[in-house]
């Protein structure tokens, strides 16, 4: 019996994070457990567990009645974040190259930058390996520090909206100048490795930063481009104009 409540808080959690990252609510906006329970086919208690953990990922927020509203974000809040997760992944990276990467993760890293070579073929963009391979290889990099606090910390930043390394890639496939930054991230990518392998914890830390200051570009790129669908990316919907 726990074990079917858990396995429908964890459908309820997967399905309500796609409708509020989807647009599906407006910012502010009220959530009824009746109506939510009744549109996903949840009952109340795995939805209120669903809506708890979406809570501590910054999706909705609580009133003092109890009752939650759908988070609603500024541009400074989203680059604040962006810079906390560069921060962090920079002190991952800083630690990797200081402790020494194994052998193994060493291997990995250089398979998951050849297959981002590969995604990147100048014959045409595999854009689906590129988004996997790049979440890969910073999964990676925080794994390779050798700290399950920092691992954890990293884990924490990418749940805040529109902050993960892969935050902007879904719905730009069609944009040629968003799709040269891969190449330019890539680059990074590679540099970064190479700092962590040869034990250079200060220059690994700082392209790790500046790697991660990419996206905010890339974001604001998005904003500016005329053609961009901003409704493809999954949590521009919670970002204000203003």
């Known amino acids: 019996m726990a074990k079917d409540r858990h396995s429908q808080a964890d459908r309820a959690l997967s399905a309500l994070r796609v409708l509020i990252l989807g647009g599906a609510f407006e910012r502010g906006e009220k959530l009824s457990e009746p109506a939510l329970s009744e549109r996903l086919g949840i009952s109340r208690t795995p939805l209120r567990e ?20 759908v988070s609603s974000y500024t541009m400074r809040d989203i680059t604040d974040a962006i810079e906390v997760r560069g921060t962090l992944e920079g002190l991952a990276a800083r630690l990797a190259a200081e402790r020494g990467m194994a052998p193994d993760l060493r291997a990995r890293a250089h398979a998951i930058l050849d297959a981002i070579d590969r995604a990147l073929d100048a014959k045409g963009v595999d854009f689906r390996a590129y988004v996997s ?26 749940r805040l909206p529109l902050a993960g390394p892969s935050a902007f890639l879904t719905g730009q496939e069609g944009q040629h100048p ?35 200051r990419l996206a905010r570009r890339n974001l604001q790129q998005v904003i500016d481009h005329p053609n961009s669908d901003v409704s493809t990316i999954p949590g521009l919907a919670l970002v204000s104009p203003n």
Request: no cysteine; hydrophobic share 45%.
């Open 50 to 69: 669903a809506m708890m953990h979406l809570h501590q990922e910054g999706l909705l927020t609580r009133e003092d009645s109890g009752s939650a509203r």
């Open 133 to 158: 391979q790049n979440a890969a290889f910073h999964d990676l990099v925080a794994t390779a520090a050798g700290s399950p606090v920092v691992a954890r910390e990293i884990a924490r930043a990418n």
């Open 178 to 212: 968003f799709l040269r930054s891969l190449i330019i991230a890539q680059d990074q990518h590679r540099a970064i490795l190479d700092a962590i392998e040869t034990g250079e914890g200060a220059r690994a830390e700082g392209l790790a930063r500046e790697h991660a």
